[in-house]
């Protein structure tokens, strides 16, 4: 029943085969499968091949066999179930196990009296195909919390009680990895379409279709050391370059060469820092060309000369589509790099548009090779990686297939290659410190250089809060390098006093996010009689939002934003620390209050401050009409960066928020002098 496999713990029986084996310190990948084997999955598998094993301890007799890897124990018993310890002994994680059949089994009896018949890890058949539906069941513990998971709409923070599909959608990003407040790290390494729920009587996993189960699970003694562990199995982020750090200006859309410019010079002019400008989509000949339209981007190469002068770096939107006007669309369809539909029509965004197939090789390097020819050979050195979920219209994973399988099979990878073909072609022109924009993710793309922005979201305080969520959750997920659109994307209007107040409080909490983007789609739209709008060109498809520059809010809002812009430049040395960190060990940028204070029982229930860092406390007014918040500062001496008061913590504190001001705390024993002025 039981065996050694080199240094796997092996168990066989009538209709599974499962694998338990070390896979990075303190950690085990456990896999199973109705199957003969393992067939070869490292193209779609979150997990790094290792450089070297660790020695696992290993036990086997005749009911019941234990693998142990550092901190981390699994134990199987007579009939299947799994169980993993850490080194204290405490019981980290249980299979949900029913089985009446069982009940003659002396050391099982207390487990499975039980008349259900529920199976921990059950395959079922998909009819005519070599795949199963699989379901992963696990024992819920009293008071356990959940955290990670990606990037979901909603404000929970604590995902117990959530039930998430394992999908992408525009504003959607689905990483399967959860870190739990009993000590461990689970990552379901499985890309295929499904439902992660943690529900109050059990704990669930579910693919839609796979051959195998597929999952790996850490012990640590903190939260810092169960990411730290992920980050080592997964990959980190590349060192984000300079220009990262500071403020990025965007919009809903530029529409010529001489508008972006004189933008930039106004930034200059106003002695404004700025880091980052972008040209939004549609600046192109047609969707599938990968090039500016040449009447209103004339020189590319001059542009990106003279916006490098005034120490800006421009960055353009990518998109992963062709259409059949596109002068590239016939070798693209010939050569079968489109993605196909399983029921013979092809996913269409806008008009008579097909999405390029980026789980297949020769793909990715086509569409790099136009990419470089016409953007980065002409000194754009950043991209933004738009439609990466990809936005199929309706999202109907059952209908679609990819050179690597199905949608429901692998479906979830797509975003991650999508990255994966800007930054090996890039990495192969010779760049280093890569980044890129990109709107959606799996497990592991932070290697790739990605920076996830969230999606179409709604201009509100509600999206500001459901973003809140997203971003800390999306940090413990593996992805260090997250931001949102600032004042959200849909439905600001320029001129509304309540959508001005949203924008102030979004700019106040973007400041101290790890990438300070203002983007979205203004109202009211530019009309057709815009002077940039030219018939007959691609840039009448869709016209431009307002305008949304720091200036173009009024007086009082341009005041409190132009402080926090040089707030943001003052905190950029801190911030590239951060990023160092990030690179090197994995951390997040922005962290939940347990991930610096585990030992405190009221950072773990805290939701609505984070921490920049180790050294500073950030709480975000996220309420119309807020001007006060309840504020919590751990043990020990806090500055308020307004103020400049010293503060004793280990408590809960009403503090003044008038509309210009974000509480933010410095820890005592900072190494950097961070202030207001």
Known sequence: MFTQIGKKLCRRVEDELLWIEPWGPDALRVRATPLRGFEDDT???????????????????????????????????????????????????????????HRDLEQTKDLFNSALDIHPRKFEPNLGTDNFKLTVSFEAQPGERFYGMGQYQMPHLDLKGCKLELAHRNSQASIPFTLSSRGYGFLWN??????????????????????????????????????????????????????????????????????????????????????????????????GDWKFDPVYWPDPEEMVRELREMGIELMVSIWPTAEKASENYKEIAENGYLIHAESGRRGAYLGDVNIVDFTNPEARAYVWSKIKENYYDKGIKLFWLDEAEPEINPYAFRFFRYDRGSDMEIGNIYPKQYARMAYEGMEKAGQQNILNLVRCAWAGSQKYGTLIWSGDIDSSFRSLRDQFAAGLNMGIAGIPW???????????????????????????????????????????????????????????????GADNEVWSYGEEVY??????????????????????????????????????????????????????????????????????????????????????????????????APLDKIPVYIKKGSTYSISMD
Not at 485 to 491: E, L
Not at 521 to 540: D, F, I, L, T, W
């Open 482 to 544: 997250w931001t949102t659109d600032i004042g959200g994307f849909h439905g600001g209007n320029i001129y509304d006093d309540k959508f001005r107040e949203c924008l102030v409080r979004w700019f106040e909490y973007a400041t101290f996010c790890p990438v300070m983007r203002m983007h979205g789609v203004r109202e009211p739209m530019v009309k057709k009689e815009s002077p940039y709008a030219v018939e007959g060109s691609m840039s009448r498809v869709l016209f431009s």
């Open 190 to 287: 499985n890309p295929a379409i499904g439902y992660a729920s943690f529900g109050k009587n059990l704990t669930e996993w579910e693919a839609e279709s796979t051959r195998k189960m597929d999952y790996w699970i850490v012990a640590g003694d903190t939260p810092a050391e169960i990411e730290e562990a992920y980050a080592d199995a997964v990959g980190k982020v590349p060192m984000m370059p300079d220009c990262g750090t500071g403020f990025w200006q965007c919009k809903l859309r530029y529409l010529t060469q001489d508008e972006i410019l004189s933008v930039a010079r106004e930034y200059k002019k106003r002695q404004l820092p700025i880091s980052v400008i972008v040209i939004d989509f549609f600046h192109w000949t047609a969707q």
């Open 43 to 101: 193209d779609i598998s979150a997990l790094l091949p290792l450089k070297e094993n660790a020695e696992p301890i290993i036990r086997i007799d005749r009911k019941i066999a234990s693998i142990q890897n550092g901190k981390i124990r699994c134990e199987i018993n007579e009939v299947g179930l799994l169980q993993f310890f850490n080194q204290k002994g405490k019981l980290l994680l249980e299979e949900y196990y029913r089985d009446r059949s």
């Open 559 to 656: 005041d409190i934003l132009k402080k926090y812009m040089f707030l943001r430049e003052r905190i950029r040395p801190y911030l590239t620390d951060l990023m160092k960190e990030a690179h090197e060990k994995g951390d997040p940028v922005i962290r939940t209050m347990f991930y610096e204070f585990p030992e405190d029982p009221i950072a773990w229930e805290t939701d609505d401050q984070f921490m920049l860092g180790s050294e500073v406390l950030v709480a975000p007014v996220l309420y119309e009409n807020m001007r006060e918040r309840e504020v919590y500062l751990p043990e020990g001496f806090w500055k308020d960066l307004q103020t400049g008061e010293n503060i004793q913590g280990g408590k809960r504190f009403t503090v003044s």
